[in-house]
């Protein structure tokens, strides 16, 4: 007796520190609104933080020239020349980019496993927890659906940080650089000049990129999972698992990144070329250490914002779902 009760115990400490199925599907939606609107928050605030490595890496990425360069030589050189504000060119697109495409992710993401979670319990199978394979799959459906709503918003985000470099490069001493342009004017002007279709730029590597994704969230659901075997899983948990999860993603998928940032800024008097098109060129003209520009401040970036993105959005959402208890409560 004593026995069957230290196990229900241990299944009812197990079954809090998970995320439970709402029984409804007007709960479900609301869960997957929450996780939504948590991964969103998180994503704001984690991009926020680490802009200036982004500014860095997607320079050296689309810049062959200063690929070499060290990434503090970098950092004084767009500050030498453009001030502090050198470093969050572009910042307002990316922020406005993360929050939607984490919102878009996240919220396809909870309904794959909500899916995946009823199914299992339809099938007896004695847990619910999403087997590999299923988090490759709600993955590969969240981040493909991820790709084709945001990227236009990417492609607009990579043209103003890298906006206008050579011509900057030139200008006399004492010279006042041309005024950044808007995120609005960026897009009116891309559509003006290259047509809407550009804002698709990149979408092909960008699919293939959503192998980064499946790779971590599958690396840090099944490392949770290990975790919450034995203990609740905390804020800080979450942040060391998602850096884990994200250092190996992108480690995986670099080179990738650097093919859809030099197809995102490739101009109207540029070549129009295609994801392998691209590839070759890149191994033509800089050999394989061209895929591998800004490799530094790109996985230091992606770490360090995955880190705070996982613990922003697990104290979002904590919050979330107390608050939604103390407003039922209320009622």
Known sequence: MAQASKTETAQERLAESTQSV?????????????????GAGGGLLSMALTYPLITLSTRAQIESKRAQSSTLNAARRIIKREGLAGLYAGLESALFGISVTNFVYYYWYEWTRAFFEKAALKAGRSSKKLTTIESILAGALAGSATVLTTNPIWVINTRMTARKSESQDAVLPGAKPAKAPTTIGTLISLIRDEGPARLFAGVMPALVLVINPILQYTVFEQLKNMLEKRRRVTPGDAFFLGALGKLLATSITYPYITVKSRMHVAGKDGPKEDMFTTFRRIIREEGYSGFYGGIGPKVTQSVITAAFLFAFKDAIYAWTVQTRKKVALRK
């Open 22 to 38: 709402p029984t409804s599907s007007a709960a479900q939606q609301s869960d997957n609104v929450a996780h939504a609107l948590a």
